[in-house]
């Protein structure tokens, strides 16, 4: 026991004594990476996952480091139709991607088939981040 001991403390104060010698000291902190926070609405409406053709959705991001509004160097949407085709919008080459505040962006789309639908927001560059969301889309009772 006392040989363990012994040699126990000699290791600590060998390593209290050397280890500037090792490197450096390292510090680990967290924090909250650039975020989108997407949603799809009816104007005037809440979120919901379900509806019919001929509505147009609102498909909404925003961007946040940490706790505060930001812009990515470039955003792109991309939505994909029920046929598999992906249409791609660019923020300031693509007029109906529009920015509404610091961090806030969106897109009116009406779309045309029935089935599930994709989109994805990609903020590039400066604070980039991306989400993904899908809705389904129902034909009418009327027709």
């Given at each position: 026991?006392?040989?363990?001991?012994?040699?126990?403390?000699?290791?600590?104060?060998?390593?209290?004594q050397y280890s500037p010698?090792?490197?450096?000291?390292?510090?680990?902190?967290?924090?909250?990476?650039?975020?989108?926070?997407?949603?799809?609405?009816?104007?005037?409406?809440?979120?919901?996952?379900?509806?019919?053709?001929?509505?147009?959705?609102?498909?909404?991001?925003?961007?946040?480091?940490?706790?505060?509004?930001?812009?990515?160097?470039?955003?792109?949407?991309?939505?994909?139709?029920?046929?598999?085709?992906?249409?791609?919008?660019?923020?300031?080459?693509?007029?109906?991607?529009?920015?509404?505040?610091?961090?806030?962006?969106?897109?009116?789309?009406?779309p045309s088939y029935e089935g599930r639908y994709?989109?994805?927001?990609?903020?590039?560059?400066?604070?980039?981040?991306?989400?993904?969301?899908?809705?389904?889309?129902?034909?009418?009772?009327?027709?």
């Amino acid at each position: 026991m006392a040989v363990w001991g012994e040699f126990k403390w000699g290791v600590r104060r060998f390593w209290e004594q050397y280890s500037p010698i090792f490197g450096a000291t390292v510090t680990i902190s967290t924090s909250q990476v650039t975020v989108a926070t997407i949603s799809h609405i009816i104007e005037g409406g809440s979120t919901m996952p379900e509806y019919v053709v001929g509505n147009v959705l609102k498909l909404a991001a925003n961007f946040k480091n940490g706790s505060t509004d930001v812009d990515p160097g470039s955003i792109v949407l991309k939505i994909k139709s029920p046929l598999g085709t992906i249409q791609t919008y660019t923020y300031g080459d693509d007029a109906d991607l529009v920015k509404d505040s610091t961090g806030d962006y969106s897109f009116n789309y009406s779309p045309s088939y029935e089935g599930r639908y994709s989109f994805r927001w990609a903020g590039l560059g400066t604070n980039a981040s991306a989400a993904e969301s899908s809705f389904v889309v129902t034909e009418s009772q009327f027709n």
